[in-house]
């Protein structure tokens, strides 16, 4: 340990001496549909089903009041049947989204593909189809462009979703400040230290305004499609801005993964915000197996806690503050937890 006034950022650990009442949460009010969970190959990696063991993770995602999940997964095909195994026979509470092979954007039978591969959803019984942020953020076209949301080329996608009624689950961008220099001002320096491979501040990319605009864009140009944009629509950081999209697009709804440390630091906007709004919001998580924080949000949505940790990780991932609650009513809770998501994805609850 270095001298007092010089010590290491990595080395500091706080400790509230705040003292303040708390309300314990041991489960959600009312069921919960989590719509937003990864039990696949995208986050958990090509030996995924060596990862977990499918019954003892159900139950405790029943424990935690939840009553269904849906997987977001961006495979199709012989992959996607191969987490369908996984999952079964738990495919009642595991709900698994597939996608579509954007990597033959420019093969001419793309949009047969596409037909193709929704069509078949709907004989699996999948009821959506998620897009993740690489395409517009990783993948490059025949020509060796970045990819636009809004590109013409996905327009099959958008619309064979619409005439099947299969709702498209999207992440477009990240936090604001992975579009930003890694500086002393980033305000989540840290956590781009550990992975700086999330930093998307590099030549050629999109920037975070323009990502925004594709985003609008789509929504604007594809009314008959129904889009979830994950991670509290892209711009949780800016609560405002997604509330005037959600004013101008009725075919927007958002998820509230991962972003709880967003939402809980600006409680006053929040609570207005998800009142307002509480017809178009889907609770999600970000879970993955073994990774639960599902208590967290409701504390975050039932109770007028103050100054709790957003994460269970000593030091809080995405950025050293703390959250507040924010007191919903029964009819927005019931809306957010479940009943929006069971009006999307046709669920009985
Ligand atoms: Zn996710």
Not at 35 to 46: C, K, S
Not at 141 to 148: F, L, Q, S, V
Not at 251 to 261: G, K, Q, V
Not at 301 to 327: H, L
């Amino acid at each position: 340990m270095a001298n007092k006034g010089d010590m290491l950022l990595t080395d500091y650990r706080p400790r509230s001496e705040l003292v303040v009442e708390r309300t314990q949460v041991t489960g959600p009010k009312f069921p919960v549909i989590d719509a937003h969970a990864h039990f696949g190959p995208l986050t958990l990696g090509p030996n995924y089903a060596e990862r977990f063991d499918t019954k003892a993770e159900v139950e405790k995602l029943k424990a935690l009041g939840v009553r269904y999940i849906t997987n977001l997964e961006v495979i199709w095909g012989e992959a996607l049947d191969k987490v369908l195994d996984k999952i079964r026979p738990y495919d009642d509470f595991i709900l698994t989204s597939g996608s579509v092979d954007v990597s033959r954007l420019d093969d001419p039978g793309f949009p047969e593909h596409v037909e193709e591969t929704l069509k078949s959803f709907k004989r699996k019984g999948i009821r959506g189809i998620k897009l993740w942020k690489d395409i517009s953020l990783n993948m490059k076209d025949k020509a060796g462009n970045y990819i636009p949301i809004d590109d013409v080329r996905l327009k099959p996608i958008w619309d064979w979703a619409a005439e099947l009624d299969l709702p498209i689950i999207i992440h477009i961008a990240d936090p604001v400040a992975f579009f930003k220099p890694i500086d002393q001002y980033n305000e989540r320096w840290e956590e781009l230290q550990r992975n700086p491979d999330w930093s998307f501040y590099k030549p050629g990319l999109f920037t975070f305004e323009e990502l925004m605009e594709q985003q609008e864009n789509m929504l604007a140009q594809n009314p008959d499609t129904t889009f979830i944009i994950a991670h509290g629509g892209s711009y949780s950081e800016n609560l405002g801005y997604v509330a005037k999209c959600l004013d101008k697009y009725p075919n927007m709804y958002i998820d509230t993964a991962a972003r709880l440390a967003e939402f809980g630091r600006q409680p006053y906007t929040a609570r207005k915000f998800f009142t307002k709004y509480q017809d178009r919001i889907l609770f999600g998580t970000d879970c993955s197996p073994g990774w639960y924080e599902h208590l967290r949000y409701y504390e975050f949505f039932e109770t007028w806690n103050e100054y709790f940790d957003y994460s269970s990780s000593e030091v809080p991932g995405q950025g050293r503050w703390k959250i507040y609650g924010i007191g919903l009513d029964d009819e927005a809770l019931e809306k957010i937890y479940y009943k929006n998501a069971a009006r999307l994805l046709k669920l009985e609850v």
